[in-house]
């Protein structure tokens, strides 16, 4: 049987098959999940090793470079970077797009473990990990409590924590802020030396005496005992009458030297919600979780808890949560699906005229999209915003292919056929065409789906998407339309009886117009083609300079309003944590008064530094603003940002405020506009930046200017004479450790209650923690007994370090960043180029641009090289379409063509070219070669029918302007009956004539019907 002949003649199998996808279809949608985007992988590894109490530059020297060594023969390696901070190394290892990142992570804990004997003996090991969009918490929780802050610290982190730990999905839950319980031991360095004691002596005999010894076990003929000595300390007061030292009957306790305290440890962050005293406790994902289900979870366990310590008030409010956002963002989507779909039908019924016709090509639309989803969930996608967007976007494609079908067995029946025939004939005659057209809308998405980087990562579920239902277009048009067409198709006719024809006439009459304006102006060119030619290339040619000439700029992703910014605040870098707690108090109350702020949370004595990672630091803090609705306030968060930012500079002078959108995953908007300078030597890359950043002061558009080559932190510099140092007996190991336990404390001991163990911090007192004399009187005991102190063998000054040092690819770097404002990125960073390059530098000095510039070139290369590869596929398609090398051609030159309107489009609307606008040209080179393709099929249709070129191509544009018009405006026909179509043509002879649109034949002299202004013969 006649492939074309079996929805005709069997449609039990359509039904079947039908109802087998769209069962399959509801199913599979019903096991989808929910995500904010695609899970994609950013290919990178992240190495942090801890250094307590150690500088930036000394974290650098004898860890960063050790590590950058080690881990630079990985394979597939695009990038290294790194930074050292106090007390903390980080070596970012991004790999190539191709690589396989579990096993480059492997490889590089080999290379780690190799060289770990060579690292100091008081750095932490290595840690190791894949960087994730995961990381990112998806619920953040306000905690807060009566009790005492100690118990609500430890409600929080020994029992809720776990059991949030617990829940099916979730990865990691952090706690920040809080009391933290401790045992400080406060040391009084005068009395030690009284007593001719030493530090290392009282912290030995301290950690030696709080140990448990499994000491063996009793053995009889019927069972054994396990024999342990306990020596942990069972409360605090045996701590307090440790017996340090026994000299001559003369016992030196712990509480003669020291003062014992169980207390909470030193506050080094302060968390706010709204103004008041909180935990904050964030709640992160683990990869291939569901964000929205493990929010429901989580909510449903909150409750739980917030009922189970309802003696104690406590409440666990969720102050943000992610998932609400990709629910706003996929149900806005799925309306928008839901309008187009209607709107579709609302433009179906305006061309087809009758509720039968328009039911035909509107019943494949929900098929196509339903089958979709067993595509979709095959293949492990999830409902994001680029799979629904896909859908979203491909309604209108869907409808192009039942519309060209449904047209022509319309066309076949105004022949004079029946239905059936009509059906078949219909079909037969345009199903290769159909075919083809439906295969250069899949040619055209296929290579971006099957390109590797951050974009195709994207973008490939968008791709896929639309490349299934468009797929389940061409099945439904070949089975579905042919089927219903043969049952229920019926010529319509219009007679202007009823309101609704009426308004369908006055519609029909404005379109009819606009035919013969197209038709008129396509006779036009045919006859003047030079002119034609000229204007269309000097419009190509204009549309193309407007982004030579800077009115269409370039940027990665466009901004988006979360309704969320975040308000950074850095004070000087010896302010203490109070000081900066104070001015942040202050902010938070101006922010406060602003009506269109529903939510402040804030962080104290915490940054983040762009990688969604946090550094301690006590002179900096975070406030996130949360907003009302777009609907309910004028400003776009932005503007609302930038200010507030003007506002918050007048009222805390002298601290320096930064503000940054909430990114579309969360977290601040990393700065778009970002540079780095390499230089062999650290102090030629910090002269140019300083230069560089002169000179983007200058460019428009340019705010926030940061430089990552900040002024140093103020420190104490200990330089030891090492010969006068042996000379008094004195090791550098001694020294180091004595300091260390002195000014930082030394945690190795733990207390015990009941399940719970504490930190026991050894450390002077406060009281000899306050100047550079306390450091300069530091003392150690020689091994002949004698004390000596620092001072005698150091010299002590007060001078500045830098907070962190930095490099890129093994070379020393300085970054310079800003946010962009009113310009596009793109357009900012061109200038600023422009501008730098011509200031003379030192050899060995270059820059590597990053932000929204590396993306931009790694992306626009990969879509530029996927769009050619559509093009080229697109050809060999019409190649075998029209059996000709030459024809193609025909509509290939169409496609550059189309982006004269895209690039004025985005130029009047003042938006840029980004990753989704490119993506748009690309659906737009499918739309145009689809609509060029049935034109040219016409038209060689009609020329093998005896016509010449110039009556062949008008011919072609009269038959199929108008359901390439409907198909536009379903997304993106009908020539009524003309009654007094007689007259002047002579013979009355006309083709198809009817309430649909249809071909016509012309004689040479292509005489005008003087009624409706139509060529007849």
């Known amino acids: 049987m006649n492939i074309a002949a079996i929805p005709i003649k069997r449609p039990t199998i359509v039904v079947v098959l039908f109802t087998i996808l769209i069962l399959g279809g509801l199913y599979s949608y019903s096991r989808l999940g929910y995500e904010l985007l695609p ?250 979780a569901n964000a929205v289900e493990v929010s429901r979870v989580i909510r449903h366990t909150l409750q739980h808890m917030e009922t189970q310590y309802a003696g104690n008030h406590v409440k666990l409010p969720i102050v943000d949560d992610s998932s609400e956002f990709t629910l706003q963002a996929s149900d806005a989507v799925m309306h928008d699906l839901i309008l187009a779909v209607v709107l579709v039908a609302v433009v179906m019924l305006f061309f087809l005229h009758t509720i039968r016709n328009a039911f035909i090509v509107m019943i494949s639309i929900p098929a196509s999209l339903i089958a979709t989803f067993i595509g979709m969930y095959l293949l492990g996608y999830t409902l994001n915003l680029m799979s629904l967007l896909g859908l979203s976007l491909v309604v209108g494609i869907l ?74 277009s061409l099945l439904s048009s070949f089975t579905i339309v042919p089927w219903l067409s043969s049952r229920f198709g019926k010529l319509g006719k219009i007679t202007g009886k009823n309101v609704f024809e009426r308004i369908i006439l006055g519609f029909e009459k404005g379109l009819d117009k606009f035919t013969h304006f197209v038709s008129d102006l396509l006779k036009w060119s045919l006859v003047h083609k030079g002119k034609t030619t000229l204007v269309v290339i000097l419009l190509f040619i204009g549309s ?73 630091t006590p002179f900096k803090s975070e406030i996130t603003v949360a907003l009302k609705d777009k609907s309910e306030r004028k400003d776009k968060t932005t503007v609302f940002a930038a200010k507030v930012k003007r506002e918050l500079q007048k009222a805390l002078v002298g601290v320096k405020i930064k503000t940054a959108t909430v990114s579309i995953v969360g977290g601040a908007d990393d700065a778009p506009i970002s540079l780095t300078i390499t230089a062999p030597d650290y102090t030629d890359a910090l002269e140019f930046s300083k230069k560089a950043l002169d000179s983007l002061a200058k460019v428009p558009g340019a705010t926030q200017i940061k430089t990552s080559a900040e002024k140093g932190n103020p420190e104490v510099q200990v330089s030891i004479d090492r010969d006068k140092m042996a000379a008094l007996g004195i090791t550098l190991q001694d020294v180091g450790l004595a300091m260390q336990t002195a000014f930082n404390g030394n945690t190795d001991g733990k207390f015990r209650a009941g399940a719970y163990e504490y930190d026991i911090n050894i450390k002077y007192n406060a009281a000899h923690r306050l100047s550079i004399q306390d450091v300069r009187d530091i003392s150690f005991v020689n091994a002949e007994g004698k004390r000596v102190r ?85 050809y060999l398609i019409l190649v075998v379409l029209y059996d000709s090398y030459l024809y193609p051609l025909v509509v290939l030159f169409s496609i550059p063509l189309s982006f004269i309107g895209a690039l004025w489009a985005l130029a009047l609307t003042n938006n840029a070219l980004n990753i989704f606008t490119i993506l748009g040209i690309i659906m737009l080179i499918g739309l145009v070669a689809k609509n060029a393709i049935l034109l040219v099929d016409f038209t060689n249709q009609q020329k093998a029918q005896g016509q010449d070129t110039f009556t062949a191509l008008v011919s072609a544009n009269h038959a199929r302007l108008r359901p390439i018009l409907m198909t536009t405006i379903a997304i993106h026909r009908y020539d009524p009956h003309c009654p007094g179509h007689r007259g002047r043509c002579g013979t009355k002879q006309r083709i198809g004539l009817g309430n649909h649109w249809r071909a016509y034949k012309f004689t040479a002299a292509n005489l005008d019907c003087g009624a409706c202004g139509l060529f007849c013969l």
């Open 790 to 874: 620092l001072s005698q063998f150091s010299k002590i000054t007060e001078g500045t370090g830098p907070s962190f040092l930095e490099r890129r690819d093994k070379s020393a770097a300085v970054t310079i960043s800003a946010q962009a404002a009113g310009r596009p990125s793109g357009d900012i960073a061109a200038d600023w180029e422009e501008a730098f390059t011509k200031i003379p530098r030192e050899n060995g000095v270059s820059y590597i641009w990053g932000g929204d510039m590396e993306n931009q070139s790694d992306s626009f290369g990969t879509l530029l090289i996927a769009l050619l590869a559509a093009i080229i596929l697109v």
């Open 399 to 472: 409808v192009d292919d039942a519309i060209v079908v449904l047209e022509n067995i319309y066309r076949h029946m105004e022949m004079g056929k029946n239905r059936v025939q009509a059906a078949y004939d219909g079909m037969v005659e345009i199903g290769f065409t159909v075919s083809a057209i439906t295969l250069v809308i899949v040619v055209v998405f296929l290579p971006i789906a099957m390109s590797t980087g951050l974009v195709s990562d994207l973008i490939a579920q968008f791709c896929v998407t639309v490349i299934l239902a468009t797929l389940f």
């Open 39 to 288: 899970q994609f992988s950013l290919n990178m590894i992240t190495i942090s090793t801890p250094y307590p109490g150690a500088s930036s530059s000394e974290v650098e020297n004898s860890v960063t470079k050790k590590i950058e060594d080690a881990i630079s023969s990985v394979e597939n390696v695009k990038k290294i970077e790194s930074k050292s901070f106090e007390g903390l190394s980080t070596v970012m290892l991004t790999l190539n797009s191709d690589a396989d990142e579990n096993e480059s992570l492997n490889d590089a804990q080999r290379k780690i473990n190799a060289i770990e004997k060579d690292l100091p003996e008081d750095a932490d090991p290595p840690s190791l990990s894949k960087f994730s969009l995961s990381d990112l918490p998806i619920i953040t929780i306000g905690a807060t409590a009566n009790m005492e802050e100690t118990e609500f610290y430890d409600l929080l982190d020994k029992k809720i924590k776990p059991v949030l730990s617990s829940t099916k999905g979730v990865g990691q839950v952090n706690v920040i802020g809080g009391s933290e319980r401790e045992i400080q031991v406060n040391i009084d360095p005068e009395k030690v030396k009284g007593f001719n004691l030493t530090l290392p002596q009282v912290v030995s005999t301290i950690l030696t005496s709080n140990i448990d010894y499994p000491t063996g076990n009793l053995k009889t003929r019927h069972n054994r005992v396990l024999i342990r000595l306990s020596g942990k300390y069972e409360n605090v007061d045996e701590l307090r009458n440790l017996v340090v030292s026994s000299t001559d009957g003369i016992q030196v306790r712990v509480r003669d030297i020291a003062e014992v305290r169980d207390t909470q440890k030193e506050v080094n962050k302060i968390a706010r919600v709204n103004g008041q005293d909180a935990i904050i406790m964030q709640v992160m994902k683990q990869s291939d």
């Open 544 to 616: 193309c300079s407007l982004l030579v000439m800077g009115f269409i700029g370039g940027e990665f992703l466009p901004p988006v309003d979360r309704g969320q910014f975040v308000v950074q605040l850095e004070l000087n870098k010896d302010a203490s944590l109070e000081n900066t707690n104070l001015a942040t108090q202050k902010a938070e109350k101006i922010l406060g008064q602003h009506p269109e702020v529903t939510r402040l949370v804030t962080t104290v004595g915490q940054s983040s530094d762009g990688t969604f990672s946090t550094q301690e």
